[in-house]
């Protein structure tokens, strides 16, 4: 049994077991909490789930005890007295200022990070802050998202504490400086790693001829001084930022391996040792660096989806004021400003037409290459292009409002959220450096203990120190999904976060919906048989009433349908829609029906008559039954057709030979699906299914041990995209920021779910390859420089190739 409230949703229903969605509960932590509690405090329930970033809980109970109706009354009574609760205040240290404690989502960029440990440390500290509910860091495109009540300058604070800069993104602006930034910071890496390598050949060069020479060896020395002093400087920086707070990362390594070196070196130069280390510490230093450049060159290209976005939003538009046109920045264009865009020119925000048409390049948002005329009254999205027209327009949304910002916000989550997959390479990361550390110190005590002189021992530990990797784990997930979301994304497919990208590689059942995802969503009236005394007019202007609010596929062919004729629709009285069976309106004191036979035989209405010959005609020719009703009787058909897209069968022939099952998932009767279903190929039907029996029908192949994914509009299929394993709602770019699904296909194009699978298969493909060579890497390499094999200098070029290889493999995905 399947409960709709008010207050929360049953979305999936067994004998012991419920799952439901409590919009109250999302992102507010503390009222997860408190729901979690009170219900695991009721006789009969076992044992409760709830999840605050999903606003889902999963509820485990004894029928025998509790039976699922009082179990769901239960429910709304909690639920009714949360929705009543306001959100308990951050605790905030004692002496700091107040600041806004309603939960926002912050998306900032990070600077100063190194390795994986940087992202973890980072994580670590916010998460276990009571003003902070999520704190997400992605190390390959260097940003943070932060959910919770913490400000701007507290954030920036804690941060610039433990050693790391932050600059905020919550504009396009901000975002295409934050871009700037890093481009000139990987022209100055370029710079630093030229002078750094130009001052350590000659370094590497005496080392090797080991020079007996005081002079010379003395200019080893002051060749070598500022390549630690400036070249290595942020490395000594940051390890001495994160030593105050009692922690490490990987620049701990480096410093403590070539500042030990270089300190070793200079103290034997004193007292004429003959071993010198120099040449080890400079090429320590240079080697890092340019696995350090390599990396930064690596994320750039891997980031090109955001760039190629913010390019779409001109820097500046043309606002007009009392007549006057002025260019300003787009920041400083403001809701209700009227702006001018001239033909050529992208269009700067989002708004509506005042004046003037145009063609208008929408494949940014609609996927759809043929241009569309917008005139007057007309909605237009920020990033679009203005072909051939001069148009005017007021804006509705700026900043992070607008539809761009929307996608780009949307590509970033996906980009920073983190695959299960990579928890275990978190775990690992997080632990590993001074578990180098202690091999490093046991290293060194190992060849003392066996007799050797200290210079042998030291130099064996240093190369342990400098030859660990922990880069490589870190980078081996989020550079795969970074790069993975970002092609989808110049696709046209917008994948809400890594989890999902990982689940779609395991599809291996998919429910599609008919109306508007295998058929073009454009379904036209073409034929109406009137079983009544009325006039066809009447019948006509009733159902165009009836229709005028409903967002049903339907709804706008009846309402061609009617104008076709030439009339207009009124206002009904009432009006009531019912999910995937129908709509119920008062028009001018008569009450009109409009839907499925399953509908009309709900309301009491005896359709009999109606059913004959040219209802089993329509089916027969895959045309779809709208049954009409007046005051409680029968009035007659409307036939309504929709052909399949032209991608259908090639996606559907596809999808087969990827070893995927697909069916047919349709409120429509079963011969006009079947009808449709036969000319794509689909061999499995389930016909007059509602929103709820869609969702019994996936939990039937999941309790069969399948992965299941749903393709559907988003509206009724927004049930059964939350219960599957994967949804991919069909629908419009300028829809991408709504949350009905796990994936956007913003052209509709069934392709596009075939692109994702086979994207996501090649992903974890990479992601796994990943993760062997980074684990492999360090339980092979540690252990050699530990036995004295490696020098230092060869072991900090092994270590700065394991990362990057981690990142040229992934930019594979990219092709």
Same mark, same amino acid.
């Given at each position: 049994?399947?409960?709709?409230?008010?207050?929360?949703?049953?979305?999936?229903?067994?004998?012991?077991?419920?799952?439901?969605?409590?919009?109250?509960?999302?992102?507010?932590?503390?009222?997860?909490?408190?729901?979690?509690?009170?219900?695991?405090?009721?006789?009969?329930?076992?044992?409760?789930?709830?999840?605050?970033?999903?606003?889902?809980?999963?509820?485990?109970?004894?029928?025998? @005890? =509790? &039976?699922?109706?009082? $179990? +769901?009354?239960? !429910?709304?009574?909690?639920?009714?007295?949360? /929705?009543?609760?306001?959100? %308990?205040?951050?605790?905030?240290?004692?002496?700091?200022?107040?600041?806004?404690?309603?939960?926002?989502?912050?998306?900032?960029?990070?600077?100063?990070?190194?390795?994986?440990?940087?992202?973890?440390?980072?994580?670590?500290?916010?998460?276990?802050?009571?003003?902070?509910?999520?704190?997400?860091?992605?190390?390959?495109?260097?940003?943070?998202?932060?959910?919770? @009540? =913490? &400000?701007?300058?507290? $954030? +920036?604070?804690? !941060?610039?504490?433990?050693?790391?800069?932050? /600059?905020?993104?919550?504009? %396009?602006?901000?975002?295409?400086?934050?871009?700037?930034?890093?481009?000139?910071?990987?022209?100055?890496?370029?710079?630093?790693?030229?002078?750094?390598?130009?001052?350590?050949?000659?370094?590497?060069?005496?080392?090797?001829?080991?020079?007996?020479?005081?002079?010379?060896?003395?200019?080893?020395?002051?060749?070598?001084?500022?390549?630690?002093?400036?070249?290595?400087?942020?490395?000594?920086?940051?390890?001495?930022?994160?030593?105050?707070?009692?922690?490490?990362?990987?620049?701990?390594?480096?410093?403590?391996?070539?500042?030990?070196?270089?300190?070793?070196?200079?103290?034997?130069?004193?007292?004429?040792?003959?071993?010198?280390?120099?040449?080890?510490?400079?090429?320590?230093?240079?080697?890092?660096?340019?696995?350090?450049?390599?990396?930064?060159?690596?994320?750039?290209?891997?980031?090109?989806?955001?760039?190629?976005?913010?390019?779409?939003?001109?820097?500046?538009?043309?606002?007009?004021?009392?007549?006057?046109?002025?260019?300003?920045?787009?920041?400083?264009?403001?809701?209700?400003?009227?702006?001018?865009?001239?033909?050529?020119?992208?269009?700067?925000?989002?708004?509506?037409?005042?004046?003037?048409?145009?063609?208008?390049?929408?494949?940014?948002?609609?996927?759809?290459?043929?241009?569309?005329?917008?005139?007057?009254?007309?909605?237009?999205?920020?990033?679009?292009?203005?072909?051939?027209?001069?148009?005017?327009?007021?804006?509705?949304?700026?900043?992070?409002?607008?539809?761009?910002?929307?996608?780009?916000?949307?590509?970033?989550?996906?980009?920073?959220?983190?695959?299960?997959?990579?928890?275990?390479?978190?775990?690992?990361?997080?632990?590993?450096?001074?578990?180098?550390?202690?091999?490093?110190?046991?290293?060194?005590?190992?060849?003392?203990?066996?007799?050797?002189?200290?210079?042998?021992?030291?130099?064996?530990?240093?190369?342990?120190?400098?030859?660990?990797?922990?880069?490589?784990?870190?980078?081996?997930?989020?550079?795969?999904?970074?790069?993975?979301?970002?092609?989808?994304?110049?696709?046209?497919?917008?994948?809400?976060?890594?989890?999902?990208?990982?689940?779609?590689?395991?599809?291996?059942?998919?429910?599609?919906?008919?109306?508007?995802?295998?058929?073009?969503?454009?379904?036209?009236?073409?034929?109406?048989?009137?079983?009544?005394?009325?006039?066809?007019?009447?019948?006509?202007?009733?159902?165009?009433?009836?229709?005028?609010?409903?967002?049903?596929?339907?709804?706008?062919?009846?309402?061609?349908?009617?104008?076709?004729?030439?009339?207009?629709?009124?206002?009904?009285?009432?009006?009531?829609?019912?999910?995937?069976?129908?709509?119920?309106?008062?028009?001018?004191?008569?009450?009109?029906?409009?839907?499925?036979?399953?509908?009309?035989?709900?309301?009491?209405?005896?359709?009999?008559?109606?059913?004959?010959?040219?209802?089993?005609?329509?089916?027969?020719?895959?045309?779809?039954?709208?049954?009409?009703?007046?005051?409680?009787?029968?009035?007659?058909?409307?036939?309504?057709?929709?052909?399949?897209?032209?991608?259908?069968?090639?996606?559907?022939?596809?999808?087969?030979?990827?070893?995927?099952?697909?069916?047919?998932?349709?409120?429509?009767?079963?011969?006009?699906?079947?009808?449709?279903?036969?000319?794509?190929?689909?061999?499995?039907?389930?016909?007059?299914?509602?929103?709820?029996?869609?969702?019994?029908?996936?939990?039937?192949?999941?309790?069969?041990?399948?992965?299941?994914?749903?393709?559907?509009?988003?509206?009724?299929?927004?049930?059964?995209?939350?219960?599957?394993?994967?949804?991919?709602?069909?629908?419009?770019?300028?829809?991408?920021?709504?949350?009905?699904?796990?994936?956007?296909?913003?052209?509709?194009?069934?392709?596009?779910?075939?692109?994702?699978?086979?994207?996501?298969?090649?992903?974890?493909?990479?992601?796994?390859?990943?993760?062997?060579?980074?684990?492999?890497?360090?339980?092979?390499?540690?252990?050699?420089?530990?036995?004295?094999?490696?020098?230092?200098?060869?072991?900090?070029?092994?270590?700065?190739?394991?990362?990057?290889?981690?990142?040229?493999?992934?930019?594979?995905?990219?092709?």
């Amino acid at each position: 049994m399947i409960i709709t409230s008010a207050r929360f949703t049953v979305i999936h229903s067994l004998k012991r077991r419920i799952r439901v969605s409590v919009p109250v509960i999302k992102r507010v932590r503390e009222k997860a909490y408190i729901l979690s509690i009170l219900l695991s405090k009721h006789t009969g329930v076992k044992s409760v789930e709830v999840s605050h970033v999903s606003g889902n809980a999963i509820i485990l109970f004894n029928p025998a @005890s =509790i &039976s699922f109706n009082r $179990l +769901t009354e239960l !429910l709304d009574t909690l639920v009714l007295t949360l /929705s009543k609760r306001p959100p %308990l205040k951050a605790v905030r240290p004692e002496g700091k200022a107040p600041f806004d404690t309603e939960p926002h989502e912050r998306t900032v960029a990070v600077g100063g990070m190194t390795c994986a440990s940087c992202a973890l440390l980072i994580e670590l500290v916010l998460n276990r802050r009571g003003d902070v509910q999520r704190a997400e860091v992605n190390l390959a495109s260097e940003t943070m998202c932060v959910y919770g @009540s =913490i &400000s701007q300058e507290e $954030l +920036t604070g804690v !941060l610039r504490r433990i050693g790391y800069k932050v /600059s905020p993104l919550n504009t %396009l602006s901000q975002r295409k400086l934050h871009m700037a930034r890093e481009e000139e910071r990987l022209r100055r890496s370029r710079r630093r790693l030229l002078i750094c390598a130009i001052l350590s050949a000659p370094v590497m060069a005496l080392g090797m001829a080991m020079p007996s020479s005081r002079v010379l060896r003395f200019l080893e020395f002051v060749l070598t001084v500022p390549v630690v002093f400036w070249a290595g400087r942020p490395f000594f920086e940051r390890s001495a930022a994160l030593a105050r707070d009692g922690r490490a990362n990987m620049d701990s390594l480096i410093a403590i391996g070539s500042g030990s070196a270089f300190l070793y070196s200079t103290a034997a130069m004193v007292t004429d040792d003959s071993h010198l280390y120099f040449e080890s510490v400079t090429g320590i230093i240079t080697l890092v660096l340019l696995g350090r450049y390599l990396e930064e060159r690596a994320k750039a290209s891997a980031a090109d989806a955001i760039r190629k976005l913010l390019d779409m939003q001109p820097p500046t538009a043309a606002v007009i004021n009392n007549g006057v046109e002025r260019r300003v920045s787009v920041d400083d264009v403001k809701v209700g400003d009227d702006v001018l865009v001239r033909p050529g020119e992208r269009v700067p925000l989002d708004g509506v037409v005042l004046w003037g048409s145009s063609a208008v390049d929408e494949s940014m948002v609609t996927g759809e290459s043929a241009p569309v005329v917008k005139t007057c009254g007309d909605r237009l999205t920020g990033g679009t292009i203005n072909i051939d027209g001069c148009v005017c327009l007021r804006i509705s949304a700026v900043g992070a409002d607008t539809v761009l910002s929307g996608i780009i916000r949307m590509v970033d989550r996906a980009q920073s959220s983190k695959a299960p997959i990579q928890r275990l390479a978190d775990r690992v990361s997080s632990r590993f450096v001074p578990a180098v550390m202690s091999i490093s110190a046991l290293t060194a005590l190992y060849w003392l203990a066996r007799g050797y002189p200290l210079s042998n021992a030291f130099i064996n530990a240093v190369s342990v120190l400098v030859i660990s990797c922990p880069c490589a784990l870190g980078l081996a997930t989020p550079a795969a999904v970074m790069t993975a979301a970002g092609r989808a994304a110049r696709d046209g497919i917008f994948i809400h976060d890594a989890e999902s990208l990982q689940k779609a590689c395991s599809i291996d059942t998919l429910l599609l919906d008919k109306t508007g995802t295998i058929t073009e969503g454009r379904p036209v009236v073409t034929d109406f048989y009137n079983r009544s005394t009325l006039d066809n007019h009447d019948i006509a202007a009733l159902l165009a009433s009836a229709e005028r609010h409903s967002e049903h596929y339907y709804a706008a062919a009846i309402l061609d349908y009617a104008m076709g004729m030439g009339l207009s629709p009124t206002e009904p009285t009432t009006f009531e829609s019912f999910v995937g069976k129908g709509v119920k309106a008062q028009v001018n004191g008569r009450t009109v029906l409009v839907g499925s036979e399953l509908f009309l035989r709900d309301q009491d209405v005896p359709i009999g008559q109606l059913l004959s010959s040219p209802s089993e005609l329509l089916t027969s020719e895959g045309k779809t039954s709208v049954l009409v009703a007046v005051d409680g009787l029968p009035v007659g058909i409307l036939a309504v057709s929709d052909n399949p897209r032209a991608t259908s069968r090639t996606a559907i022939g596809r999808l087969h030979s990827m070893g995927i099952n697909t069916v047919m998932v349709t409120g429509d009767n079963h011969r006009a699906a079947s009808h449709i279903a036969g000319l794509v190929g689909i061999t499995e039907v389930i016909s007059s299914a509602t929103p709820e029996h869609k969702v019994k029908v996936i939990a039937k192949y999941k309790e069969k041990g399948h992965v299941v994914a749903m393709v559907g509009d988003g509206v009724n299929d927004a049930p059964a995209l939350a219960s599957c394993d994967v949804g991919f709602a069909v629908g419009r770019g300028t829809d991408i920021a709504k949350e009905t699904a796990q994936v956007t296909l913003v052209s509709g194009n069934l392709l596009k779910v075939a692109d994702t699978i086979e994207l996501s298969r090649k992903t974890m493909s990479v992601i796994k390859q990943n993760l062997f060579w980074a684990f492999a890497y360090n339980v092979i390499a540690i252990p050699i420089a530990a036995a004295g094999i490696l020098n230092p200098t060869i072991a900090s070029a092994a270590m700065a190739l394991s990362s990057v290889s981690v990142l040229t493999n992934s930019l594979r995905l990219r092709a």
